[in-house]
C-alpha cells in the first residue's frame, strides 16, 4: 500500500511506499533494515519538501536506500546463498518498479519506446570513445566507426559538409550546450551571453562556469524570446560581441525562438561578424527537418553550433547528445593529447562508447520516413491531448509545431509525481513523445479530471487564472471564460 508520512508543507506530502509485512512472502534484508516489497514498486523514493526560500517551495529528495546498501559478500556458504537469492528478488522487483514508473510517465521528453537487444552482446565491453572522434587513440576498444557515422548524418540534416564540420557524441544535451558556449566564449572572449529567460537551465550554468556576463531576454506568453528586448539589452552594448543561445524548443512551453529574426536583429544593431549563435534544440531540434512548415534550422545561416540530446527524441536506453559545429571553430579547442595519440576537443575525456551505437542503430532502423511519421505523429497527438483537455474544462496550450501541452497545475502533488510532471509555478505539462498512445493520454486526462474534481470536494470549484503563463486565450477561468465554473 501507499501511505502519506510527515505533515502537509507547502501543500506537498511525503509519499513512501509501505507494504505491510503480509503482503509478499520474502524480504529484503540486504541493509540494516528489514523493507518487504508489495507489488511493482520497491521502496526507492523518499519526496519530501522542506519550507520555503524567498517565497518559493525548496524541495529536496532524499533516496530511501534501505535494503540497497551495498554490503561485503558473506564468506558462510549458506548465507552467501540467500545474499544472492535477496539480490536476485530485489532486482526483480526493481524492475518492476521500473516498469511501472515508464508506464505513469508523460512530463519530460523521453521516447521510452526503443528496444536495443541486439546490440547486448556489446555490453561486456568497456567501449570508450575518448578523445576527438575523427582520431583514432591508442585505446583499441571504441566504437568510432559508429559515431562518425552518426555525426555525418546529422551534418547533413542541417545541411554542413562532410569537410566543414566537426562535432561528438556527448553525454546529454547540457555538455552539447556548454560544448557550443565554450567555442562561441573561446572566439570572442569579451563576449555577452545572450539567452531568453526560459532557457535551459544549463546555459546559465555555462554562464557561471566559463565566467562570462549572461543577460537574460523576455519572453513572450509563449516562451518565445522578445526579440525587441533583445534588440533594447543588445544595444545596451554595443562594444562588446554577442554569444546568443537560441532555443530550439524551450524547456516547459516547447516554444521555438525566431532564428531570422535574431540573426536580422544582430545585424541592424551593427553586430555583423561580431556574433556567435548556438542553437539549444535538445527535443524539437530534431523534430523541425521533419515538418514542412517549421523553420529551417541550417548552417547556410550564420550559425555557429546546434545541439540535441539522443535519449530524447531519438530514443535511448542511457543519456546522450550530439553537438555540430564548424570545423574552423573548433580549431580553438583543440589540443594533442601525446597520452591518448589523439586530440582534445571536447568537454569530457572518457566518452560512453555504447551511446554511439544506440543512435546508429535506431537512425539506420527508422530512416528519414520513419522520423518523420513518428514527427507527426507526436503533434497529432498533442493537438489531441490539448483538445481533450480544453473539453474537460482544463485550461491548456500548444505553441505551433510543438508537442509540450502546457496546462494548469495539478493541486495534488501526489498526482504530479504519479504522472512524473515537470511544474513550473502555476503550470505543468505532457511532452507527447513516440511512446505515448491515445489510449494512455485518454486515461491520463480521465484520471486527471477525477481527481480534480475530488480535490474540491462539497466546495464550488472555480478555475485557476493561468492566463499569465498561457494567454487569456488559453485560460477557462471565470474572468476570461464565462462557462469556466463547475460545480
Not at 11 to 24: K, N, S, Y
Not at 72 to 101: I, K, M
Not at 308 to 335: A, D, N, Q, Y
Request: proline share 4%.
Amino acid at each position: 500500500m501507499v501511505e502519506k508520512c510527515g505533515s502537509d508543507v507547502g501543500g506537498e506530502v511525503m509519499v513512501v511506499v509501505a507494504p505491510t509485512a503480509g503482503d509478499r512472502p520474502h524480504q529484503l534484508g540486504l541493509g540494516g533494515g528489514v523493507r518487504v516489497v508489495d507489488g511493482p514498486a520497491p521502496p526507492v523514493e523518499l519526496l519530501q519538501v522542506v519550507g520555503e526560500t524567498a517565497g518559493k517551495q525548496v524541495a529536496t529528495a532524499r533516496v530511501l536506500v534501505e535494503g540497497f546498501a551495498v554490503l561485503e559478500p558473506p564468506v558462510d556458504a549458506e548465507e552467501a546463498a540467500e545474499r544472492a537469492d535477496d539480490v536476485a528478488a530485489l532486482l526483480a522487483a526493481f524492475g518492476n518498479h521500473l516498469h511501472e514508473r515508464t508506464a505513469h510517465h508523460l512530463g519530460y521528453p523521453y521516447n521510452l519506446d526503443f528496444d536495443f537487444s541486439v546490440l547486448a552482446q556489446f555490453q561486456n565491453f568497456s567501449i570508450n570513445n575518448l578523445g576527438d572522434p575523427f582520431i583514432e587513440s591508442n585505446y583499441g576498444v571504441h566504437s568510432r566507426q559508429f559515431e562518425v557515422a552518426v555525426l555525418d548524418w546529422f551534418a547533413r540534416l542541417w545541411d554542413l559538409q562532410q569537410d566543414e564540420y566537426w562535432g561528438y557524441i556527448t553525454n546529454c544535451g547540457t555538455e552539447g550546450n556548454l560544448h557550443g558556449l565554450l567555442v562561441g566564449r573561446e572566439i570572442f572572449p569579451d563576449g555577452i551571453i545572450y539567452a531568453s529567460r526560459e532557457s535551459h537551465y544549463s546555459v546559465f550554468k555555462a554562464a557561471r562556469m566559463y565566467r562570462v556576463e549572461c543577460v537574460k531576454i523576455d519572453t513572450l506568453v509563449s516562451g518565445e524570446m522578445n526579440c525587441a528586448d533583445f534588440k533594447s539589452k543588445l544595444l545596451q552594448n554595443p562594444g562588446k560581441p554577442a554569444i546568443v543561445n537560441v532555443n530550439i524548443g524551450t524547456t516547459v512551453k516547447g516554444a521555438i525562438d525566431d532564428l531570422d529574426r535574431i540573426i536580422r536583429t544582430l545585424e541592424k544593431c551593427g553586430f555583423k561578424d561580431r556574433f556567435y549563435i548556438h542553437c539549444d534544440g535538445a527535443l524539437a531540434g530534431l523534430m523541425m527537418p521533419f515538418i514542412k512548415q517549421a523553420p529551417k534550422v541550417t548552417f547556410k545561416k550564420p550559425i555557429g553550433s546546434v545541439s540535441v540530446s539522443g535519449h530524447k527524441f531519438i530514443g535511448c536506453p542511457v543519456p546522450c547528445g550530439i553537438v555540430i559545429t564548424r570545423l574552423e571553430h573548433v580549431k580553438v579547442l583543440s589540443t594533442d593529447i601525446e597520452y591518448l595519440s589523439s586530440r582534445d576537443a571536447t568537454i569530457m575525456g572518457s566518452r560512453n562508447g555504447h551511446a554511439p551505437m544506440f543512435l546508429w542503430y535506431t537512425l539506420n532502423k527508422k530512416g528519414y520516413k520513419g522520423i518523420r511519421k513518428e514527427v507527426q505523429k507526436c503533434l497529432r497527438n498533442a493537438h489531441y491531448l490539448a483538445n481533450r483537455l480544453k473539453e474537460m474544462g482544463v485550461s491548456a496550450s500548444l505553441n505551433a509545431l510543438s508537442n509540450t501541452v502546457v496546462f494548469e497545475r495539478p493541486r495534488d502533488e501526489a498526482f504530479v509525481h504519479r504522472w512524473q510532471l515537470a511544474c513550473e509555478g502555476s503550470i505543468t505539462h505532457v511532452v507527447v513523445m513516440p511512446n505515448v498512445s491515445i489510449e494512455k493520454l485518454d486515461g491520463f486526462v480521465e484520471e486527471l479530471v477525477a481527481k480534480r474534481s475530488s480535490w474540491h470536494e462539497g466546495k464550488e470549484f472555480s478555475v485557476p487564472c493561468v492566463a499569465k503563463d498561457m494567454g487569456a486565450e488559453n485560460c477557462l477561468c471565470s474572468q476570461h471564460n464565462k462557462r469556466s465554473r463547475i460545480a
